[in-house]
């Protein structure tokens, strides 16, 4: 995929894979980066664009954020040094901000969802969300308003 796109501070970062289906399946309350540990080979897949997200999620593990169901496609020069596609994966964050996480998890049934993955000066990040499962009845309102805001931006194009 490896798209140039900005963060919020304007700092330039290059997106390897986005979850969009989480942001349809869930409401995503606050965004957290984090680093992740990989080890060489991974690093060289994921230049290359083999991840997906899709199915991915973090739980916290004796202190540790750990995102499983990550698939990160064997580096097809690394032989023997290639790791399992879907092992779980530690991520780097403060002792602090994964306590308070876990406890929101635990308290008001919270998920730890991976929204992309991107490189940010040379460091692999991932962007975590902390969110809430939609309803049925709340995918449709969402799409209806999607479907309202382009109705009303194509009638206002049309005016111009």
Request: charged share 35%; aromatic share 6%.
């Amino acid at each position: 995929m490896s798209i140039l796109a900005a963060d919020k501070k304007g700092e330039p970062r290059k997106i390897i894979a986005q979850n969009r289906e989480a942001r349809h399946e869930y409401f995503v309350i606050e965004t957290l980066e984090t680093g992740i540990e990989l080890v060489g080979t991974e690093v060289k897949s994921l230049r290359n664009g083999g991840c997906n997200l899709k199915d991915s999620w973090v739980d916290v593990d004796d202190g540790e954020l750990i995102v499983k169901g990550m698939h990160i496609s064997p580096y097809e020069m690394g032989n023997i040094f290639n790791r399992e596609p879907r092992r779980p994966r530690r991520l780097l964050a403060h002792k602090g901000e994964i306590r308070r996480l876990a406890q929101q998890i635990k308290l008001q049934g919270y998920t730890l969802v991976p929204l992309s993955l991107y490189f940010k000066h040379g460091r692999v990040k991932l962007e975590l969300g902390l969110c809430k499962g939609k309803k049925l009845y709340d995918k449709r309102a969402s799409a209806a308003a999607r479907d309202a805001k382009r109705d009303i931006d194509r009638a206002l194009k049309t005016q111009r």
